[in-house]
């Protein structure tokens, strides 16, 4: 397996559909799979990283062979590399040293890691989490940490991605949140 850096993700309204699209990236390009999960509303989400080639080969022969099942396909080339560890949940931070918090919400999940590379590649932030799709009628959160000014650029980043896709559905920034609210989200 080459260097990942890059994200593939496809979106599909249909369960069936989704075993066959994911067996057909597998076999198109040299990549990993992140994910490949029924999600809510009954759709079905892939994830796949690897080098940018393989990454997009793999997304095309998806999106080919999803059909009229497709919903949404992308990729993002050259993806920050604390993206996968913030889709992982493997990210480690003293809430005593989180200063502010940011969050942004979007209609889908594959929109949000688009939006979470925009935020951690325009500011100073740590991504704490991505979250895609379970418990959120197939929406995506993505949570960071990072000073108040920093925060605040970073979610207008990633905002300004979301709403560029017709994406977002909501924004935060917390600043001097408590260990309470860090405990019940990270």
Do not use: W
Request: glycine share 8%; proline share 2%.
């Amino acid at each position: 397996m080459s260097e990942i850096s890059s994200i593939g993700l496809i979106e599909l309204s249909s369960v069936a559909t989704g075993f066959l699209v994911e067996d057909v990236m597998l076999k198109a390009g040299n990549i990993q799979l992140l994910m490949a999960r029924s999600i809510c509303s009954g759709k079905f989400l892939i994830a796949v990283a690897g080098d940018v080639t393989s990454v997009e080969a793999a997304v095309q022969a998806g999106g080919v062979a999803a059909g009229p099942s497709l919903i949404e396909k992308r990729q993002i080339a050259r993806v920050h590399p604390s993206v996968l560890a913030a889709i992982s949940n493997a990210v480690d931070v003293d809430p005593r040293q989180l200063r502010s918090i940011g969050v942004i919400e979007t209609f889908s999940a594959a929109s949000i890691i688009a939006v979470a590379d925009a935020a951690v590649k325009s500011a100073n932030v740590t991504l704490l989490r991505i979250h895609l799709a379970m418990a959120l009628g197939g929406k995506g959160f993505v949570l960071m940490a990072g000073d108040v000014a920093s925060v605040q650029a970073a979610v207008a980043a990633g905002c300004k991605v979301a709403a560029e896709d017709g994406m977002l559905v909501g924004r935060s920034v917390i600043a001097a949140p408590s260990e309470e609210l860090f405990r019940d989200y990270i």
